[in-house]
């Protein structure tokens, strides 16, 4: 559907801007200010690529006036070539916003692109690029990259005379010889040449590798079979000789590999991680990856000398406080790896308040609410804390709690709205960070916002109490906590019940509206 899309784009945008200035007969071509013809053309003109290799090739525009938009069709191999991607060129977006329509049409052996100038502006003039292509070589053999269709359009809409420029690829064999250690790492800067074991001494240089430990080597070796050395640092690397085929073609490839490696062992550490642990034993986990055996692993904890390690193990008898550990391991050939440093703690103290539920959402100024506590004791030991809830930031209420190891409770905690303004406040609960506490993040829990009112207002939304508020506690008379309908908010006087009295307070403020 994208697709079709931006097809229907290109060809909306092109119809109306591009081209056809049509009129009751054809279109109409002009050469502008009798200037000599512009010319559409690939740069470069000719590329030679090996295969595999991505390239890329321009679509250029010169001696060109007054270019507001364009269009063109450029034919291809898609046996030897696959289109990677179309980008916009500078010409025109340099100077203007534009509007540019790539369609990779490889099913049917080209590719449409377009491109117009948006707003009322002049047109581009001179040479430049309208176009980039990248394309990648699949195979060998040489195509005619066919310029077709092309459309130059002027700022009056009128399509202008321009002529044509193809141009060619040529995908040729080549000879890749890679040189690496065992691990995979490459070995820059080796020479590789070509010997003959069976004759006196004689060699073909092909190259030096380069940093990603490659040579490429063309027509220089002759189909069948080749033999191969490579020398770094006047010593052979890797074996004496390694056996190389070019095909016909003049393609091959070979990798020279060192029977060592340089890389050193890979270690992550599964546990611990950055985290507070409210146990003083915490499991020392980890991998270890290489290309050779590992004949020893060990670690150090909180810079310590490095302890030797044969397999998981649990770091015991951890004090209080911030630790940290670092896992090491050995390779056969000698190479040292060592894991990132983990940071962690250990506390053995944690409380928490999990969870604040006010029990109306609006109060009258001067009266009572509940706000009900749950806090708990995540650690190994028994704690005795305070609790304190806030409206915004005044203080409301203070609980002393005591709480067994791995206990909770639910407090209630009471708040007198005498002396708080009518508004908006916002409830929090913190419990005091215990003595050696590290984890506190949970200490502070933060609920919603209450309304602090008119008494009898039983809507947080309006200010004002109206008949509809004594219609709504009317409607829960008699009702108490028990009840299934049961709503603190409608139970004024703060007595978990809904009688007269409730309704009494509304009736003694109807008709009074918050400022």
Known sequence: MKGFCQELCLLVLLFNILVFAVTTSAILLVRQNGSSEANVS????????????????????????????????????????????????????????????????????????GCTSLKNVAGASGNGTLATLEFRARTLGSCTLDLYETKLANSAKQLMEHSES????????????????????????????????????????????DRGGYVESRGVLDPGINYLEAFYGGSVFGPDEVYLYVDENGDGSVTITANYEITPPAIFVLSPQNLTYVNNSVPLTFTVYDFSSIPWIGYSLDNQPNATLIENITLAGLSEGFHSVVVYAND?????????????????????????????????????????????????????????????????????????????????????????????????????????????????????????????????????????????????????????????????????????????IAAQHFGQEEP
């Not at 060109?64 to 991607?85: I, M, P």
């Not at 060129?89 to 049409?105: A, M």
């Not at 053995?348 to 109060?363: Q, Y």
């Not at 704690?383 to 915004?392: L, Q």
């Open 42 to 113: 690939t740069s470069p003109p000719s590329v030679n690529a090996i295969v595999n290799q991505a390239f890329q090739v321009g679509i250029s525009v010169s001696g060109v006036s007054d270019l507001y938009g364009w269009e063109f069709k450029l034919g291809y191999n898609t046996s030897l070539l696959e289109l990677v991607r179309v980008t916009e060129g500078s010409f025109l977006n340099s100077s203007r916003d534009t509007y540019f329509v790539p369609k990779n049409l490889s099913v049917n052996g080209y590719v449409l692109a």
């Open 166 to 209: 193809d141009g060619t690829v040529t995908v040729s064999g080549c000879v890749v010889v890679r040189v690496q250690y065992k691990d995979g790492s490459p070995r820059s800067n080796a020479d590789v040449y070509e010997i003959w074991p069976d004759e006196p001494p004689n060699e073909i240089w092909l190259g030096v590798s």
């Open 332 to 504: 056969t050939f000698g190479n040292m790896g060592a894991s990132e440093r983990v940071d962690f703690a250990v506390s053995t103290h944690d409380v928490a308040v999990v969870n604040v539920v006010p029990l109306k959402a609006i109060v009258g100024q001067g009266s009572t609410m509940i706000v009900n506590v749950t806090v708990e004791n995540n650690g190994l030991h028994a704690e005795t804390f305070s609790v304190t809830a806030y409206a915004n930031t005044t203080v409301i209420s203070i609980r002393e709690v005591t709480l067994d190891s791995g206990d909770s409770t639910v407090i209630t905690l009471t708040w007198n709205t005498t002396a708080f303004p009518r508004g908006n406040y916002t409830i929090s609960v913190v419990a005091d960070t215990v003595q050696y506490e590290m984890h506190s993040e949970d200490n502070t829990h933060i609920d919603g916002t209450i309304r602090v009112g008119i008494p009898g207002d039983v809507d947080p939304a309006d200010g004002y109490v109206g008949i509809d508020d004594i219609f709504a506690i009317a409607q829960h008379f008699g009702q108490e906590p028990w009840h299934p309908d049961w709503n603190s908010v409608y139970d004024i006087a703060g007595d978990d019940y809904v009688g007269i009295d409730d309704i009494f």
